[in-house]
């Protein structure tokens, strides 16, 4: 079946994301990943070719697209051509930092901020996990103090997207103790502000050139009006965002998985064994079929999530449901390739080799696939309370 999700400005635009990773990423990306480091040029040039900043509107400097599907096309073409540590790097930004600021900020703090975020020129974070809190948000310590005009933030923060080079990082903090889950907020500090620093930049065991890195608060002075959004419905701003950013983690799914079966198909029919090509032998086709038939089912429920958030109907329950099952499948369509690629797909200069490696944290981060299950198993039970 013809898949129908896109019209003729995508395909336009892809040809422009294809150039763009052609010329800015595909040649240097291999040094990146030995560099442990994507190259922060990469991103002004992204925000020249309008790779980047696409949701920032024009009047600050953006594209002012808000059909996600122009996003999703960036991701396929990153999948393809298996940059992913550039891919999840430029995700943080755009689905990520970006939409917190453009949705949560003042007029005053996007004019600050936002044509330089579209522009590549300031990179963005979210701080959120620590040493202790993970999926738990609640056990967050990182603490703010209003001090008069300023707010003391204490604290650290571990497996930072973007922890290196970020310019500006929202931060999950508590401000009031007493107050459960409406004590949190969110406060942008900014790159060089006396007590921020960064500890290690963590060594991990996929997405190499992707920056991951601790953070440390040690009485880090900002001013009240770098608070974003409401005080204290912070974990609420947190929660309004989840549908956008586990979607954007599905669609990174479903695009390596049809990378990798790409990869692996082409593959199967150009190795022989036993006087013929891999692919011809029965197994081979069977693997080759469900891997085929898992990925055309779970991209069409993709494009339809994607479609919902367009329309400002999806949910976060669906976005869940969409974040465990095209992760999931991620794994095994990446596993079966792997094996299909026998010795060879053990090998880093493979690119099924880098996704195997790369694959592993997607039922990870964003909100693990257990923590995904639960969320819609609690709204299963709802319907009988």
């Not at 790159?191 to 960064?198: E, H």
């Not at 494009?303 to 400002?312: E, S, T």
């Not at 099952?325 to 010795?343: M, N, S």
Request: proline share 3%.
């Amino acid at each position: 079946m013809q898949r129908r999700h896109f019209d003729a400005d995508h395909e336009d635009y892809r040809g422009t994301v294809r150039e763009f990773l052609a010329r800015e990423v595909e040649p240097h990306y291999l040094q990146w990943e030995e560099d442990r480091l994507i190259d922060r040029a990469s991103y002004v040039a992204a925000g020249k070719s309008g790779i980047l900043g696409l949701g920032v509107p024009e009047e600050f400097g953006g594209s002012g697209v808000t059909d996600y599907r122009f996003r999703q096309v960036v991701t396929e073409e990153i999948a393809r051509t298996g940059t992913t540590s550039f891919g999840s790097s430029l995700a943080l930004q755009d689905d990520i930092a970006i939409p917190y600021i453009l949705h949560l900020g003042t007029a005053e703090q996007k004019d600050r901020w936002l044509p330089r975020m579209a522009a590549g020129e300031l990179i963005g974070a979210i701080a959120m996990t620590e040493p202790g809190a993970g999926s738990d948000l609640q056990g967050v310590k990182t603490t703010a103090v209003r001090d008069g005009d300023e707010w003391v933030i204490n604290g650290q923060k571990t497996f930072i997207t973007n922890g290196i080079h970020s310019d500006l990082v929202i931060v999950v903090c508590r401000t009031d103790p007493n107050a459960g889950s409406k004590g949190f907020s969110l406060i942008v500090v900014e790159r060089d502000t006396p007590g921020f620093s960064r500890g290690r930049k963590l060594h991990k065991v996929g997405l190499a050139g992707q920056d991951t890195a601790e953070l440390v608060f040690e009485d880090v002075r900002v001013p009240a009006e770098n608070l974003l959004g409401t005080e204290g419905r912070g974990f609420i701003h947190l929660m309004e965002n989840l549908p956008l950013e586990r979607i954007g983690i599905a669609v990174g799914a479903i695009t390596a998985a049809r990378a990798a079966y790409e990869w692996t198909k082409n593959y199967a029919f150009e190795r022989k064994a036993f006087g013929k090509p891999i692919g011809d032998l029965q197994n081979t086709r069977f693997v080759l079929a469900e891997m085929l038939t898992e990925i055309e089912v779970t991209e069409s429920h993709v494009d339809r999530c994607v479609i919902a958030l367009n329309a400002g109907e999806l949910t976060a329950v669906d976005a869940s449901k969409a974040k465990w099952w095209a992760t999931e499948l991620q794994k095994r369509v990446v596993d079966r390739g792997v094996q299909i690629h026998g010795g060879y797909g053990f090998m880093m200069e493979y690119p099924i080799g880098r996704a195997y490696v790369d694959t592993r944290i997607q039922t990870i981060y964003g909100g693990t696939t257990e923590v995904m299950k639960e969320i819609i198993g609690r709204d299963i039970a709802a319907e009988f309370t």
